[in-house]
């Protein structure tokens, strides 16, 4: 009953910034974690960042320093801003929503570093 669309992915040079964004929609009431997975070609889906509604944050330890998730509760948002952006950050970023029903996944934004 919650549908998630990302937007903000795109193609940028070695050492720039994009910012992700997820919008969700419907029943996200019961909402808990909100979070940022990354999948390259032929590599496993892999968590990036992770937000929860006590504002616990977990970042994986390739974008520490360099990525920050946040959340707008009232409109239902997170972001991911992407700073020092490297060619191994290439992948299909995919927002995830966890709520105490279940879980939703986004269809995911490209992201493309060319170096």
């Known amino acids: 009953q919650v549908q998630l669309v990302e937007s903000g992915g795109g193609l940028v040079q070695a050492g720039g910034s994009l910012r992700l964004s997820c919008a969700a929609s419907g029943r996200t009431f019961s909402t808990y974690a909100m979070s940022w997975f990354r999948q390259a070609p032929g590599k496993q889906r892999e968590l990036v960042a992770l937000?929860?509604?006590?504002?616990?944050?977990t970042y994986a330890d390739f974008v520490k320093g360099r990525f920050t998730i946040s959340r707008d509760n009232p409109k239902n948002m997170v972001y991911l801003q992407m700073n020092s952006l490297k060619p191994e950050d290439t992948a299909v970023y995919y927002c995830?929503?966890?709520?105490?029903?279940?879980?939703?996944w986004g269809q995911g934004t490209q992201v493309t570093v060319s170096s």
């Open positions: 995830h929503w966890r709520t105490y029903e279940s879980e939703y």
């Open positions: 937000t929860t509604i006590n504002d616990r944050l």
